[in-house]
Structures are given as C-alpha cells and as structure tokens.
C-alpha cells in the first residue's frame, strides 16, 4: 500500500483532509479510471443532484439522511477542488479561506462594532455591502440563471428589497396582484400569446414577491400544494376506477362532486 494510500486510513488525520487525499488517490494513476475521466462540465449533473438531495433531506426533517447527503455534497465540493489544484488555478484551502474572509467582512456587527441587528436587517445589509465595496455591480448579479425560476423569483425580489426597493407590506402586494390578473383578462381578450405569457410571468413574480414578504419559500409552498393535489388526485382516479365507469364517461360537474369528497 502507497504511503498516500496508508494516510487515508489514519483516523488521526481530520476529516476533512482525508477526504481531500482520498480525492487526490482517485484521480492518481493508480487511482480510478472514471474519477480520472471527470472535469467540471461532466461533474455538475452530480453537484446540482447532490444539492437537491440535501434540500430534500432537510424538507423530509431526517437528520441520518442529512448526514449522507452532505457528506455527498461535500464529495463534489472536494472534487471541484481536486480539479482546480490539477490545473493549477487554486487549492480547496483557498476557497476556503476566500469565504472565511468575506463572511467576516459582511458580518461587521459581529466583527467590527458589536450590533445587535434582526435577520432582516443582516440580509439588507449584505446586500449593501456588496454593492458599496464594489464586488457586486449589480444588486442582481450573482444569481445563477439555471437556477429554478421560482426560486429566482424570491431571490430577486430579495436582493433588491435589501437596498430598499420593496413594498412596505404584504397587504400592498395584495393590490398589485388584482392588477396582474386584470391584465392577464384584457391579454386573454386580445388572443395575443406573447402578452398573455408575459403577463403571467408577471403574476409569478408578484406572488413570489407576496411569499417572501410572508417569509414563505415559493418553491417550497409550490411543491407542498403540488403533493397535495397529486393526492387528492390519486384518491379521485381510484374512485372513478372502482365505478366501473372511466373518466370520459364523468362529466366535470361530477368529477367535481368526487373531489369535493376526496378532500
């Protein structure tokens, strides 16, 4: 066995650099064949996987899965890190202490003058920071475009409420919905695809605007209302199947009355 090899058994060693070594032996010669076939492009199926399983973990409440499902992630995140140091960009280390040094930077109240602030006002002040120490152009850069439009959504709505740009309260949002939906009746009239759409998008922009000022998750509300009606859904198939009759054969009136039932 390769001292290297030895090494990654030493339960003295932290974890977190024998992950790192363990990585390094997988892409070595004497390594695996599909490890040393991977770069970036190839690995980010995997990433993005590995993160929703995290999500999912921490939705389910199970904190054994969570365990797994991070040690996963992290798997990639060394990965990526492995990558990087072969190609002489930079270490994992360094991404590391990269984010120990801008979280101290963005939590002055912490570091700096002792402040007590709520959560929403660290969040503003994030997003203050970073505008005002110029790592960010924009309040909006920053969010990736593959990232869930819902999810977007909130996270706009977020960023720039944080330099001020917001409704005061969730009841005022509730007036710029009824003048959504009135646009979306006088598109509808028009027969016009492309301002129908558009004014849709609208809509879900403003109701995710209304799910962040309640401090709900859009994409989690969705997806629980989503479960919620495949269900109830289920229940009504299994109704229509036990009468013998299909769905054809039930007028809307009816399949109404069956859902009602099922709820």
Known sequence: MSDSKARLFDKSLP???RLKLLM????SPE?????????????LPYLIEEAYEVAEAIENGRPDELKEELGDLMCQVVFHGQLASEQGHFETDEALESIIAKLIKRHPHVFGERNELSPNEVRDQWE????????KKSVLNGLPRSMPALTMAFRIGEKAGGVGFDWKEARDILDKLDEETSEI???IDTGDKERMADEIGDLLFVTSS?????????ERALKAALEKFRSRFEKLEASVKASGRGFSEYSLEELEEIWQSVK
């Not at 390094?24 to 892409?27: E, P, V, W």
């Not at 209304?210 to 859009?218: N, V, Y």
């Open 15 to 17: 974890a977190w650099e």
């Open 24 to 27: 390094a032996i997988l892409r």
């Open 210 to 218: 209304l799910a962040r000022k309640l401090e709900i998750d859009p």
């Open 31 to 43: 390594g695996c064949s599909w490890d040393r076939k991977q770069d970036h492009r190839s690995l």
């Open 185 to 187: 009746k006088e598109a």
């Open 128 to 135: 203050k920071i970073k505008i005002e120490s110029g790592e």
